[in-house]
């Protein structure tokens, strides 16, 4: 039986990461927020666990960053980029500045986002509310059709947010119903999977993020230390060997990790529990996430390869520049809805900001290889001590508008080219 329609201003399908953050930055406008999800929680999602330096910009401004330390988010203070033929490394707390990234896994981070986003009056959660379809009057998006235990229910807002990672249903539905939400698809070359260690020594691994680059052809690594005294680990790896992988999860990540440059050292010793994780085999996506009375974040909007952690950071990114713009929305309302000309300003400040890391792990994620610029610049980063920092501090996310390379950089990867 259907329930009568409710009215907010904005609805949010995914209370996730991407999902909670909007919810956050609307209530704080004043904004009256439905925040739902098809999941209960707590509940477990496959995901690196990292936030870069530029996603935790956006925690602390949303005032939950400590809160996450507090449930044992561990801040990594530095990260050093390895490969067949570099090696260097950043502190990212220095000179008054902290820049450190955040590992914590999605249990307790999105349990903690959910329960920050209801301590908001304006915002209403439900938990295990799954939309099935999309109310759309003279081609825009006005609300949602939502089914759980109890029946089918309706909720009208002048703004929808896709916030359902990958596989969305807003966008999906979006799509079949008025031609919205276009996209663009890029496999990725390698397969990924991870598991949580214990009894890792901190003279072995402190609060530093690593990540490495054809350990073997085509592979990559990553290792930080989480919650709960556990380091999480992850290797990637040519999709094509995924199916010989599966025949000994365990023994072959084991395996996968110690053929590294230096990851199976820093895990010498320890012992991993519970199961091991796998994304399966996945594609970058970008679509174009602005239709009439709807926009789409996170993963629903841009979705990376996993390998290099962007996936939280693009997330809370995307959500702080609809902190930003919703004012100018809501005043621009027409009907129903919000117009999609005046939403096309979250596409031109989401492509502005974050489109230039989103295209540079597809350049890396498309072919086993690194191609030729992206060696060119991580050789660069080993031989100068100012070009380390500027690499870290782009693949950390803090680089302004992605103003990366500089000039004097690229001068560098130049000279390096020449002596090649």
């Given at each position: 039986m259907s329930e009568p329609a409710k009215d907010f201003d904005a609805i949010i399908v995914g209370a996730r990461v991407a999902g909670s953050a909007a919810a956050i930055f609307l209530a704080r406008d004043g904004r009256r927020v439905l925040l739902i999800d098809k999941d209960a929680f707590p509940s477990d999602r496959l995901s690196t666990h990292i936030v870069l330096g530029g996603g935790t910009k956006v925690l602390e401004r949303m005032s939950v960053l400590e809160m996450l330390e507090r449930l044992g988010g561990v801040r990594f203070a530095r990260m050093r980029a390895i490969g067949p033929d570099f090696d260097y490394g950043g502190e990212l707390a220095r000179d008054g500045a902290d820049d450190r990234g955040l590992c914590l896994g999605r249990v307790l981070m999105d349990a903690a986002m959910i329960d920050a986003a209801r301590s908001f009056e304006g915002v209403t959660f439900r938990d295990r509310l799954r939309a099935i379809d999309l109310r759309i009057e003279?081609?825009?998006?006005?609300?949602?059709?939502?089914?759980?235990?109890?029946?089918?229910?309706?909720?009208?807002?002048?703004?929808?947010?896709?916030?359902?990672?990958?596989?969305?249903?807003?966008?999906?539905?979006?799509?079949?119903?008025?031609?919205?939400?276009?996209?663009?698809?890029?496999?990725?070359?390698?397969?990924?999977?991870?598991?949580?260690?214990?009894?890792?020594?901190?003279?072995?691994l402190g609060d530093e993020l690593v990540t490495e680059f054809e350990s073997a052809p085509g592979a990559g690594n990553l290792v930080c230390r989480c919650e709960n005294g556990l380091t999480v680990a992850a290797t990637a790896f040519d999709a094509a060997e995924m199916q010989t992988f599966r025949t000994g999860l365990a023994s072959n990540l084991r395996r996968y990790l110690d053929r590294s440059f230096a990851v199976g050292k820093l895990l010498e010793g320890a012992t991993m529990v519970g199961r091991v994780f796998s994304s399966g085999l996945l594609n970058n996506t970008c679509r174009d996430p602005v239709a009439g009375g709807a926009i789409l974040l996170g993963d629903a909007g841009l979705h990376v390869d996993p390998l290099f952690g962007q996936g939280h950071s693009l997330a809370l990114m995307s959500a702080s520049i609809v902190g930003e713009l919703a004012a100018g929305w809501f005043s621009a309302v027409r009907g129903n809805s919000i117009p999609a000309a005046a939403l096309a300003d979250f596409t031109r400040r989401r492509d502005a900001e974050l489109m230039p890391y989103y295209k540079a792990s597809v350049r890396v994620s498309r072919a086993l290889a690194l191609d030729q610029g992206s060696r060119l610049a991580h050789r660069a980063a080993s031989r100068e001590r100012w070009a380390a920092d500027e690499m870290i501090r782009f693949a950390q996310m803090l680089t302004p508008h992605a103003a990366f390379p500089s000039f004097r950089f690229a001068r560098l990867m130049a000279t390096a080219s020449r002596a090649a």
């Open positions: 003279d081609g825009a998006v006005v609300g949602i059709r939502g089914e759980d235990a109890s029946g089918v229910h309706e909720f009208c807002a002048p703004l929808t947010i896709g916030a359902d990672g990958m596989h969305s249903s807003v966008a999906r539905i979006a799509s079949e119903r008025i031609g919205a939400f276009k996209r663009i698809d890029v496999p990725c070359a390698r397969a990924y999977y991870y598991a949580y260690f214990e009894g890792v020594p901190r003279k072995q």
